[in-house]
């Protein structure tokens, strides 16, 4: 039977068929007319470019080369940005025109300024102030077209490859003022590609911030000239003891020649050298027609003569050390501190630091050649780590490298102390026997010093004697056989006393085979008089900010002690140590009625010698030898370095109040000058002007007047306290000014 309507259900599916052929019709027609159109776009491009079509010589003179020069550009333009984007880094800080190094002045424990060290700007004077002659002597010295060039001089770079070329070395530079003070603002002084390329974008950077006065006078603040000074009215002040707007010519002269080398053409280091220098500048200042040859005459037939600047009573070594400490300490400091100068009080005692520099250049000029030894590093430090003294050579002004400090150097014996708190930590006592005979592990035998064995002996004359098979048989007995994991655990107690230096595990290192630094083993040897304690060495006591408000102190900010050994361990160790002085090697660091305790130490064919103690008072180490690792002439520890050792040690316990080691008799009487043993070396005796209550009571004072100080800043402060306060706030060092007028040989405040 059929149906009279169709289906409803077919409905829906005929209206999609017809929905997807207009779909597909639509798609079709839109694509051939893109084609379409595509191919007329394409026919009228082709014709007008073939009336543009220009062929032959023409188009090999201009449009070839066009082309080529477009697409170079193009490239050069992108790789011009790819280089000047790490320049450009360098101006990410808003501040950076009034950015300045970190400046720090330090005073000693008492208060008294003994040196400073970092960058101070002094861009007090203005430009238009000073002399016309300094401005003219820089510029024909340094950029004589400094106000025609946009930042880099072009001629000046290509005269100076010429010149340098023909001479066959670099005798001139191409550098403009600009490129200068932007390597001065921005970079470093490291020669590399990269930083020449980075230095001249930020030239022209520099010129398009600033005008061509305000760049001078930045290069004229800011170049390091030699002496610690920093712009051209410090070192005026440095060099002539003068401001920069009274300088004559021939001192403006040599102030120019500073520029290009200020160590090599120093005045105080080298006089002819700078006189000579200075003479080429005014060669300058006449061929570039800034002067003439009469102008510069009487400049010549008289030339600058420097003030006496010799530092001989500074202490180069200590302030070296003490500055990068305060580097590290200012990263820490809160955001809300964003003071550049600092001043620091440290622990240093120019007593002690005088009488250690004085006895080891008089022994090392009387014994230095009998015993082959040409160098020394002392560090003297009180028992909660605060150096006292620090020598890091003979001579600063020779080397700067610190021995003390940078100096990795192989302990010897002086290491077995970490052996033996080891031994005793786990379960051995200062009398356990242990059998004195050969031992080896693998292919590598230790020996004793006098070549014999002692057969059976206990721990305490082992240490005593020095013998060396003992700490290596302790070795593997604390590993139960196992010599590696006993060693482990010798490493792991020396770390927990304070060596930080890598400490390599080696068959030898129970006997000192690895090397450390004198400062860290002194004061590493601290934690057996501290009851097993270990402490932290330290420069710094406080640090103030320019105007005197206290931002740190050790006693408050510092790291605490930490217990790494036990008091017992400690006390048998106290006990096992002095044995070494009073009846071993150690004797001849004795102190007359002081109980000490120490180790001697000494390497392999004699490269170093050393001697470390401690008494109730105060922990030093002395290292003895060549930089260059040449053997001496068979000088052990208890030789010279134990002698320099008591003599500092004789002098530093002058008008100080004893104290005991743990465990031992009381010290009965302080030691005099005459106890000391190298002739002729006896310093002056300390004048003792203030007794250590005295200081200790001062001290408090002072730190009981900052915590009022931080109180009174929180409102904190009852009203009652306000009133006593009244008139303290701008004070800046109230211990400095309670000891202002006392003389430097203050005696220390222990």
């Not at 051209?232 to 290009?260: C, H, I």
């Not at 909660?384 to 080397?399: F, I, L, N, P, T």
């Not at 002692?454 to 240490?463: D, E, K, P």
């Not at 106890?675 to 002072?702: F, N, Y």
Request: net charge neutral.
């Amino acid at each position: 039977m059929t149906h009279l309507f169709p289906d409803p259900g077919d409905d829906w599916r005929l209206k999609l068929k017809k929905l997807l052929l207009d779909l597909d019709a639509r798609i079709d027609f839109a694509v051939f007319q893109s084609g379409k159109w595509a191919r007329e776009l394409y026919e009228r491009f082709t014709a007008i470019m073939d009336r543009c079509h220009i062929a032959g010589w023409r188009r090999w003179l201009f449009i070839e080369p066009l082309s080529e020069a477009v697409t170079l550009g193009t490239g050069g333009l992108f790789l011009m940005l790819a280089l000047a984007i790490p320049a450009f880094r360098q101006t990410s800080d808003q501040d950076w025109l009034k950015k300045s190094e970190l400046a720090v002045t330090f005073l000693d424990r008492y208060g008294n300024e003994i040196g400073s060290r970092g960058i101070k700007h002094n861009d007090s004077v203005p430009l238009d102030e000073m002399p016309d002659h300094l401005i003219k002597a820089v510029l024909a010295t340094e950029d004589r077209r400094f106000y025609d060039h946009f930042g880099i001089d072009l001629y000046g770079t290509f005269r100076a490859l010429m010149t340098n070329a023909k001479a066959g070395s670099v005798v001139q530079g191409g550098s403009t003022i600009t490129q200068q003070l932007a390597k001065n603002l921005f970079l470093n002084n490291e020669r590399t590609l990269e930083r020449k390329i980075n230095e001249a974008f930020l030239a022209i950077w520099l010129e398009s911030r600033l005008s061509k006065n305000e760049i001078l006078k930045l290069y004229l603040d800011r170049a390091y000239l030699g002496g610690g000074a920093f712009g051209v009215d410090a070192a005026a002040q440095y060099y002539f003891g003068k401001s920069v707007r009274d300088v004559t010519l021939p001192e403006a002269a040599m102030l120019a020649g500073l520029f290009k080398a200020p160590t090599k053409f120093s005045p105080l280091v080298n006089l002819p050298a700078a006189r000579a220098r200075a003479n080429i500048v005014l060669d300058n200042l006449v061929d570039n027609g800034f002067m003439t040859e009469g102008q510069v005459y009487g400049a010549r037939r008289n030339p600058a003569t420097p003030i006496d600047r010799r530092e001989e009573d500074v202490p180069n070594y200590y302030l070296d050390w003490a500055f990068d400490e305060v580097r590290k300490l200012v990263d820490t400091f809160p955001k809300s501190v964003n003071e550049r100068f600092f001043v620091v009080r440290t622990a240093l005692d120019m007593n002690i630091q005088r009488d250690a520099e004085h006895t080891i250049e008089s022994a090392l000029r009387e014994y230095g050649h009998d015993y082959g030894a040409s160098q020394a590093a002392v560090v003297i430090a009180d028992l909660d780590g605060a150096v006292r003294a620090m020598v890091g050579g003979r001579d600063y002004g020779e080397s700067q490298f610190n021995r003390a400090v940078d100096a990795l150097r192989q302990p010897g014996s002086s290491f077995k102390p970490y052996v033996y708190a080891t031994a005793l930590a786990n379960g051995f006592k200062p009398n356990s026997v242990v059998i004195d005979s050969p031992v080896c592990i693998g292919n590598w035998c230790p020996h004793n010093y006098s070549a014999r064995y002692s057969g059976a002996v206990t721990l305490t004359q082992a240490l005593t004697h020095s013998i060396n098979v003992i700490p290596v048989k302790l070795s593997i007995a604390l590993g139960n056989g196992n010599a590696k994991i006993g060693r482990a655990k010798i490493i792991q107690t020396a770390r927990n006393m304070g060596i930080v230096t890598p400490l390599p595990d080696t068959p030898s290192l129970p006997i000192g085979a690895d090397a450390v630094t004198v400062l860290e083993h002194a004061v590493a040897y601290a934690t057996f008089p501290n009851l097993g304690k270990a402490v932290t060495p330290h420069a710094v006591l406080e640090v103030r900010t320019g105007t005197g408000e206290l931002v740190w102190r050790f006693d408050r900010d510092g790291p605490r002690p930490r217990q790494v050994i036990s008091p017992q361990v400690a006390l048998d160790m106290v006990a096992m140590m002095n044995s070494v002085v009073e009846n071993g090697t150690g004797r001849r660091a004795r102190l007359d009625g002081i109980p000490t305790a120490g180790k001697t130490g000494t390497t392999n064919a004699w490269r170093d010698a050393w001697f470390v103690g401690y008494t109730g008072n105060f922990v030093g180490a002395v290292w003895m030898g060549n930089d260059d690792y040449t053997p001496t002439k068979r000088m052990t520890g208890g030789t010279l370095p134990a002698t320099v050792w008591h003599d500092i040690m004789a002098y530093a316990h002058q008008g100080v109040e004893l104290r005991p080691l743990p465990g031992l008799p009381p010290p009965q009487h302080a030691p005099t000058v005459a106890d000391a043993a190298i002739k002729g070396s006896e310093p002056p005796p300390q004048q003792i002007l203030l007794t250590r209550k005295g200081t200790e009571a001062l001290v408090h004072v002072e730190h009981l007047l900052d915590d009022a100080s931080h109180a009174l800043a929180a409102q904190t402060v009852p009203a009652a306290t306000l009133g006593a306060l009244d008139g303290r706030q701008d004070r800046t060092n109230t211990f400095a000014a309670a000891t202002d007028q006392q003389p430097s040989g203050i005696p220390r405040g222990d």
